[in-house]
């Protein structure tokens, strides 16, 4: 039966909020729908409340009247999995447990026609392992949308080794058809989003395990200065520690232990002291009265007028340095060494300011590294563990003298924001090296699917893929750690000088 015709029957079977959400789409999309959930009088509440949204929506302009009518009388409720038989696709939206959706799978291949179409909505489980337990595997694949249905107009659609293709062409036209966007990804863990997602809070977490800067200073360093709509820690406090910790264990081991996945000690622990997030009013912040309680942020201090020395080479890479500095006024020096009582000024890239600081020839006490890759929004200074307090102000207090607000963090070999873009990137990266998905697909899977402010590849190509491979070599020298070692994908496209985002797999 094709995807688009009237005829399609979609049965819904878990009628949470995710099923609810499927089941919204799907009827406004003029898709007659089934609802089923194991809960006595579940699927009726589901319904009610469905009603009750769609007439909400028309209550505030954004369906008509009779757009809400016809959606809610295409929705139905079945007494028990014999009511699906009509049905042509079935998507289970239970609870994450591999052996309970077996059994429902095997219950609903004994139900349904032998050409109806059973996709699952896991997260986070494999689609072979859930169709191994049917004898016609060839009819499951993964059918992953995100929460809430509505808004996330993103479906991850996955087939199994053994998943026939037209399963694929009508779960991909179907979810056309409910207005959403889908992209194919293979049956690994993670699959796109929740795969290309790990660098982002894993990294900040390391950040602050590192005592490079304290969270909300990480926080604004992302949002302000790289563009993030939230930063890690008000991620991890949306979204609950108890749905986060589980989720990046279950990835670091179903890759076996990968170094770039790799949970932080810090979330375990805090997840132990039962500081989830906003559910529980504390979280990396507090909620007293629902809200965010805003820590203070760093103040900038007194002006003092000292001459800035920078590398003429530093002037020639980042000329738009030298624009900030010459704003205020201040005396810049490009000479060989600095003056006596010059602030020594390093940008550098994937490297630490103690390592910029010897090669430069500079005095560690006079020495405070900027991050020249992320200027706008919000500036970041990094000290040497023998800079002066005295440099220290004084180098704040000039980079903020034309009102753009500079966070002062401690000595880290890449910043914050080049080590977490960087990390993102080589994560896509990979994820297109394994042909999980082709890069278009990642970008658009992970730009609707996290909301970041570009896809990974598309922040790889705005970087440059040098600039992103340099700095990846530089953490990996610093910390000799496998977490950084660069994708071969995105090495090759470095060396060759190519877009990560417009090259195939």
């Given at each position: 039966m094709p995807a688009n015709s009237q005829e399609t029957i979609l049965g819904v079977v878990g009628a949470g909020l995710m099923g609810r959400g499927i089941a919204q789409i799907a009827a406004q999309a003029d898709i007659a729908v089934i609802l089923c959930d194991s809960r006595p009088g579940g699927a009726q509440e589901a319904r009610d409340a469905l009603v009750s949204t769609l007439d909400s929506l028309a209550a505030k302009g954004k369906i008509t009247a009779q757009v809400a009518k016809a959606a809610a009388?295409?929705?139905?409720v079945a007494d028990s999995l014999e009511d699906l038989k009509p049905c042509t696709v079935?998507?289970?939206?239970?609870?994450?447990?591999?052996?309970?959706?077996?059994?429902?799978?095997?219950?609903?291949?004994?139900?349904?026609?032998?050409?109806?179409i059973l996709a699952t909505n896991t997260s986070s489980l494999s689609i072979t392992s859930i169709a191994a337990a049917l004898a016609k595997p060839e009819r499951v694949a993964g059918f992953h949308f995100f929460s809430p249905v509505p808004l996330m107009k993103i479906v991850e659609v996955i087939p199994g080794p053994l998943t026939g293709e037209r399963v694929v062409e009508?779960?991909?036209?179907?979810?056309k058809r409910m207005g959403h966007t889908p992209v194919r990804a293979s049956d690994t863990p993670g699959f796109i989003i929740n795969h290309a997602g790990r660098g982002y809070v894993t990294e900040g977490l390391r950040i602050l395990g590192e005592t490079v800067a304290p969270h909300a200073e990480i926080d604004r360093v992302l949002k302000q200065a790289a563009g993030f709509r939230l930063g890690p820690f008000e991620l991890?406090?949306?979204?609950?520690?108890?749905?986060?910790?589980?989720?990046m264990?279950?990835?670091y081991d179903q890759y076996y232990q990968e170094p770039r996945f790799r949970p932080s000690p810090i979330a375990r622990q805090r997840l132990a002291a039962g500081?989830?997030?906003?559910?529980?009013?504390?979280?990396?912040?507090?909620?007293?009265?629902?809200?965010?309680?805003?820590?203070?942020?760093?103040?900038?201090?007194?002006?003092a007028d000292r001459p800035v020395w920078l590398g003429v080479n530093?002037?020639?890479?980042?000329?738009?340095?030298?624009?900030?500095?010459?704003?205020?006024g201040v005396t810049?020096?490009?000479?060989?060494k600095a003056s006596a009582d010059a602030i020594c000024l390093v940008l550098p890239v994937g490297k630490d300011a103690t390592t910029a600081a010897i090669e430069a020839g500079c005095d560690p006490e006079r020495t405070v590294g900027l991050d020249p890759l992320f200027l706008s929004g919000r500036r970041t200074l990094m000290t040497t563990p023998a800079t002066s307090a005295a440099v220290r102000d004084a180098a704040h207090a000039l980079l903020a003298a034309d009102g753009t607000p500079v966070s002062v963090i401690k000595d880290s070999a890449g910043f914050i924001a080049q080590r977490v873009v960087a990390t993102i990137v080589n994560i896509a990266s990979d994820i297109a090296q394994q042909g999980v998905a082709r890069p278009q697909d990642i970008d658009t899977a992970v730009k609707l699917g996290l909301g970041y402010p570009s896809g990974p590849l598309a922040m790889g190509d705005n970087l440059g893929a040098g600039r992103v491979l340099a700095i990846l070599d530089g953490l990996f020298e610093i910390y000799r750690d496998p977490r950084y070692r660069p994708s071969p994908w995105l090495r090759r496209r470095a060396q060759l000088g190519l877009s990560l985002l417009k090259t195939e797999i």
């Open positions: 009388g295409r929705l139905q079935v998507v289970e939206a239970i609870f994450e447990n591999l052996q309970a959706k077996q059994q429902l799978f095997r219950a609903l291949e004994a139900t349904v026609s032998k050409d109806c009508t779960l991909t036209a179907l979810t991890l406090d949306m979204t609950g520690l108890d749905v986060s910790q589980p989720v264990e279950s990835i500081l989830l997030g906003r559910k529980s009013k504390r979280g990396f912040y507090e909620y007293p009265n629902g809200e965010k309680l805003e820590l203070p942020a760093q103040p900038v201090p007194p002006r530093a002037i020639s890479s980042f000329p738009e340095v030298a624009q900030i500095l010459s704003a205020p810049v020096e490009t000479g060989r």
